[in-house]
């Protein structure tokens, strides 16, 4: 009942999160807006009484699984394949030669024993692939590094973990056992490609043959597409806790499940063009949801840490000296290995430094050492350290980012031209409504639903229509295929209208002709889909 409770809050708070954002906070990251709600409701003694004690599993397994699926989804298989050197370059190289300096730098600096100091460094190389935009909301990132940081975010968490599991090792054994972590880290990250890539075949195949099965269209068991969708919501979770069950890399599987998953979905939109929108609705949904939690969550374990007695490392201030070590050396480190292994420029090579995210992994991390032989004062060192390092990694670029990168160029009259057009187009519509011999009730609705499409009726006259609604008599058959062939034509109206402007007159750009073009046809959908009965 616990963790129903908490979810329910969770994803109350993500959507308020979204709405605060949109509405009134547009230039601000939703990112931040829902570490700040995340933070007031650990404040408040009752609200933070209905979130439960944080679960790293849990978290990882419900949270950043499925985002990490959806983000390796959104890229192309064949992109890793042309950057796989550089992916193995900056998630082995790269993360190795970081956790060695800020190990050994933390080490030197505080006097913190070597495997704690190595345990610190492990978990702070994993970086976030769902945290760049915090940092770069309205700025142009370079393309080149753009793809390079999301490369790097979607499979450096395994180095990162294996390393975590070394550290820990030398900690509580007193030696690193340097080929088992070898083997360790190969066996990880190998069976985790394999295990997800073998999987989600599989399940690719089954949802084709669902799909493309004649059956599919002589009895239409799938064509509503219910069974191909649960089946791909669940593909993150069957995946993450599989692979975990047999000591791969969960978080790999489901990486390379997202990537196999993403040609799937370029060659069979069209098989099912309804189910197809469906997913894309959905997993827009989720993704927006489970980003806004994760960032909720950080918001409110920062707090809970900040307030928590307990939780302290002696009175002193090592667990600030610590976080800001970490993040140096990181930082530093990532610089100079792009700077001189990868030879890009300089001002690439820092936007690359400083776009290295942390977040939710990290966290979720620093809580697994809870679960280990690890003393408690040190555990607490690591809580505090990395919760300052992952706020000093979405502060310090979200400054510098202000002068290192163009912002994006709009157009301050974009919103007025497309309201603008979007009148004129319904206008052509509507006259062409108003010319058919049909009768007056016709026209009265369906003059009502062109014009909610610029948002142009009141709700009072929402109810007026509502109450007409109720009251009508069902329509017979003949009556609602008028009504759908009337409709037709209207919309067609409407492309034809925007069309024109675009192709003949040239007077709107191409991103707005799509952009409207889609509204027509989305409810063009609705209409022959769900009907209109009034």
């Known amino acids: 009942m616990g963790l129903l409770i908490s979810t329910a809050v969770l994803v109350v708070s993500a959507m308020l999160s979204i709405i605060i954002n949109r509405r009134w906070l547009p230039r601000l990251s939703v990112n931040y807006v829902s570490m700040l709600l995340g933070a007031g409701i650990a404040i408040i003694p009752f609200l933070n009484g209905l979130i439960d004690k944080f679960d790293s599993e849990i978290f990882i397994g419900l949270i950043v699984a499925p985002l990490l699926y959806f983000e390796g989804q959104n890229t192309r298989l064949n992109l890793v394949g042309k950057h796989v050197g550089e992916i193995i370059s900056l998630t082995v190289g790269m993360v190795t030669l970081c956790a060695v300096v800020a190990g050994f730098g933390s080490h030197l600096l505080t006097g913190v024993g070597l495997p704690l100091a190595f345990i610190l460094a492990a978990i702070s190389t994993p970086t976030d692939a769902t945290a760049t935009e915090s940092v770069t909301m309205g700025r142009v990132l370079p393309r080149r590094e753009q793809v390079s940081l999301k490369l790097e975010s979607l499979f450096n968490d395994a180095s990162g973990i294996i390393l975590l599991n070394m550290a ?25 490609i394999i295990f997800g890539g073998v999987v989600s075949a599989l399940i690719v195949y089954i949802r084709q043959l669902m799909l493309r099965s004649k059956l599919n269209f002589i009895n239409n068991t799938y064509n509503n597409g219910t069974p191909l969708k649960v089946i791909y919501l669940m593909t993150p979770f069957v995946l993450y806790f599989g692979a975990e069950g047999l000591g791969v890399s969960g978080i790999i599987a489901v990486v390379f499940a997202g990537l196999v998953h993403n040609a799937e979905g370029e060659r069979s939109a069209l098989a099912n063009p309804q189910l197809a929108s469906d ?12 980003n806004s939690i994760v960032f909720v969550v950080l918001g409110i374990m920062l707090v809970r840490i900040t307030l928590d007695q307990s939780v302290s490392y002696g009175g002193s201030l090592l667990w600030v000296f610590m976080g800001i070590i970490l993040y140096l050396a990181n930082l530093l480190i990532r610089y100079i290995y792009v700077r001189l292994f990868h030879r890009i420029s300089n001002r690439e090579a820092w936007i690359f430094a400083l776009g290295g995210i942390h977040g939710a992994v990290t966290f979720a991390l620093a809580f697994t050492v809870a679960e280990t032989q690890v003393k408690t004062t040190d555990f607490n060192l690591v809580l505090m350290s990395e919760s300052l390092l992952i706020i000093l990694s979405l502060l310090v670029p979200t400054i510098i980012f202000r002068w290192l990168l163009p912002k994006i160029k709009s157009d301050p009259d974009a919103e007025v031209k497309m309201s603008n057009i979007r009148g004129k187009m319904i206008d ?32 009072r006259q929402f109810f007026s229509e509502w109450q007409r609604m109720v009251r009508h008599a069902e329509y017979t058959p003949d009556q609602m295929r008028e009504l759908r062939s009337i409709y037709r034509q209207v919309f067609q109206t409407e492309r034809t209208y925007l069309s024109q402007q675009y192709e003949i007159k040239h007077e709107i750009s191409e991103d707005l002709f799509n952009n409207l073009y889609r509204e027509i046809t989305m409810a063009e959908m609705v209409v022959l889909k769900y009907g209109v009965d009034r």
């Open 428 to 459: 052509t519509g509507i006259q062409a409504l108003w010319s058919m011999s049909i009768s007056q009730e016709f026209k009265d609705a369906i003059t009502f639903d062109l014009r909610s499409q610029n948002g142009h009726t009141t709700v």
């Open 168 to 192: 820990i090792l030398w900690y509580v054994n007193g030696y690193v056992n340097y080929p088992q972590t070898l083997w360790d880290f190969i066996y990880s990250a190998g069976g985790g």
């Open 279 to 290: 997913i894309y609705q959905l997993v827009g949904l989720l993704s927006d949801i489970l």
